[in-house]
């Protein structure tokens, strides 16, 4: 909504550069470059046995593919918001656009929605959980083959 608002409100004051959204996006992915990531960790994620290697390997899946779905939909927000601002303004139909920023949007606080979000910024800002659980677990080992223990547990990350 604010995104829209600030739109809207650069265009009544006579700004016409091209408008993007404050949301927070890779506005220069690489789409097949994270599709190819997928599926490498898919087939990375297929092949291990381990339960928290698993769960680190799905929740680095799971991010990217939200993350890519996420900066698609904000880019065709940035291409289609101002064509949308431009059409309200045109028609001189601000009804239409107090009508949108009336509507409430949904939000779930739940925790798994909070752990989506979390698991979606780390794959933007490229932060493997998979990756953490394997410094982890060799920081782990090494620690253990230090004092001449062999350690049985995996680390939880």
Not at 8 to 16: F, N, P, R
Not at 74 to 102: M, N, Q, T
Request: aromatic share 8%; proline share 3%.
């Amino acid at each position: 909504m604010m995104a829209f608002f600030s739109a809207y409100s650069g265009h009544e004051s006579g700004d016409v550069t091209p408008l993007m959204t404050p949301l927070k996006y890779d506005r220069k992915l690489d789409t097949l470059s994270v599709i190819q990531d997928i599926d490498v960790l898919q087939v990375r994620l297929n092949a291990t046995k381990d339960e928290d290697e698993q769960r680190a390997l799905e929740e680095d899946v799971t991010g990217k593919i939200l993350w890519l779905f996420w900066c698609g939909i904000c880019a065709e927000v940035d291409e289609l918001l101002p064509k949308v601002v431009e059409h309200i303004r045109r028609e001189g139909s601000i009804e239409g656009f107090w009508e949108i920023y009336r509507v409430k949007p949904w939000v779930d606080s739940s925790d798994d929605q909070a752990h989506l979000h979390r698991i979606m910024y780390d794959a933007g800002a490229n932060t493997s959980k998979h990756q953490l659980w394997l410094n982890a677990r060799a920081r782990e080992r090494a620690k253990w083959r230090c004092t001449g223990h062999q350690s049985l547990s995996s680390p939880v990350v």
